[in-house]
């Protein structure tokens, strides 16, 4: 990271006091990020980002009173939220995948090594998504699991809706984004330039109202089951 940039502004939720510790030792020692503020639960949370306003929120997903899911919805929908990079010890894959759907950039385990928490909030204040190789698996499964066959055709009808207000090139971007290719790999596989590319996606995010790739490739996965 450019060390000519003010250090990425970290707020941490987890209703773990020594997990919150832990985690602002680790963040503090590095000179790029900071720690700006704790929160126990999601109401707190609420309250400190919005006098705050930092950079990543890392948030918990299991918590009293508001759970990380909810209090992800209710940050997104603020002017210029931040990036949300949930934490997981994975008995609760359906809430990691709502946290996704309403556009949080990733989530990493809790024993995931500090090394790599450290890159995973790097990345994701810069805006790109972070899906913990060791988890995608799991993700990939609760997003596949059997449901009833109501509530999955009524998923897939929502989604091919939204996806039609596209156009075929547009859904082909979009279609490659699920695919996990960045914009030099769509470029190549669509034979466009990357100028093009990125046209594309600014159309696919405007017209399906989404805010990040993992969004994107959610919605063609839904309209594909």
Sequence with gaps: ???EREPVRVVIVDDDQLVRMALRLVIDGEPDLTVVAEAADGDAAITVVDEQRPDVVLMDVRMPRRDGLSTTR????RPAPPRVLMLTTFDS?????????AGALGFVLKDTPPRRILDAVRTVADGNPVL??????RVIAAATSPQ???TRNSSREAARKQLSTLTERERETARAIADGLGN???AQRLRISVAT????????FAKLALENRVQ???LVRDAED
């Design 216 to 218: 994107i490739a959610l």
């Design 132 to 137: 913990s190789p060791a988890a995608t698996a």
């Design 148 to 150: 009833s066959s109501h």
């Design 184 to 186: 030099p790999e769509i």
């Design 74 to 77: 209710e940050l997104l929908t």
């Design 1 to 3: 990271m450019d060390s």
């Design 197 to 204: 590319v990125k046209a594309h996606v600014g159309n696919v």
């Design 93 to 101: 894959d359906d809430l990691v995948l709502g946290a996704l759907r």
